[in-house]
């Protein structure tokens, strides 16, 4: 089943839509969220709350991508669990994570939407590789590890990668007036 079908029917109500949803997305909101939380029965309640949350939120929202939209919903509520369960204790993968993409994307002083469009268009201009392994890395929070094994490349290869697009986006949005 397409995810227009899929779409119209959450729009008519028909709870077959969060099965066609599991079915079609389930394994990759559940990847998205375990390598969030390092933890599958979390993870599995976070996959379960995006399903409510999606149902909930079609209508009135009819999203373009349906795999973007669930797969953000997911990620949005396994960093709330996240950040709920370890206030103290910080995740260290995940901060890593962050913390390299500090040093190319600032804080924006003006809408997040025309920093989130700027970084599409980088993306955009990227290889193939590279914008693999940057939304594995910093959307999907896998780990280098787990980037090297799906690319079949070394970890040093991954972030040496990694450091040169991060590098490529800072120059980029740097002449976009974004400074870090």
């Known amino acids: 089943m397409n995810d227009q079908d899929i779409v119209e029917l959450?729009?008519?109500?028909d709870?077959?839509?969060?099965?066609?949803?599991d079915k079609k997305y389930g394994k990759l909101c559940m990847q998205v969220s375990?390598?969030?939380?390092?933890?599958?029965?979390?993870?599995?309640?976070?996959?379960?709350?995006?399903?409510?949350?999606?149902?909930?939120s079609i209508p009135p929202t009819r999203p373009s991508s349906l795999c973007a939209f669930v797969c953000k919903i997911a990620r949005n509520l396994s960093l709330n669990?996240?950040?709920?369960?370890?206030?103290?204790?910080?995740?260290?993968?995940?901060t890593v994570s962050f913390e390299e993409l500090e040093e190319?994307?600032?804080m924006p002083d003006e809408s997040v939407s025309e920093l989130s469009y700027l970084l599409t268009a980088f993306l955009d201009g990227e290889g193939e590789t590279?914008?693999?392994?940057?939304?594995g890395r910093y959307w999907f929070h896998c780990s280098v590890a787990q980037l090297a094994t799906r690319m079949s490349l070394t970890p040093n290869a991954v972030s040496l990668r990694l450091y040169k697009t991060r590098e490529r986006l800072r120059i980029y949005?740097?002449?976009r007036g974004y400074h870090v």
């Open 15 to 21: 709870e077959q839509a969060i099965a066609e949803t």
């Open 34 to 56: 375990v390598n969030i939380l390092e933890n599958k029965s979390d993870a599995e309640e976070c996959v379960s709350d995006t399903y409510l949350k999606t149902w909930n």
């Open 173 to 175: 949005l740097n002449e």
């Open 104 to 106: 190319c994307i600032p």
């Open 81 to 94: 669990r996240l950040r709920d369960a370890r206030r103290e204790k910080r995740n260290r993968e995940l």
């Open 10 to 13: 959450y729009f008519a109500r």
């Open 130 to 135: 590279d914008r693999v392994l940057f939304m």
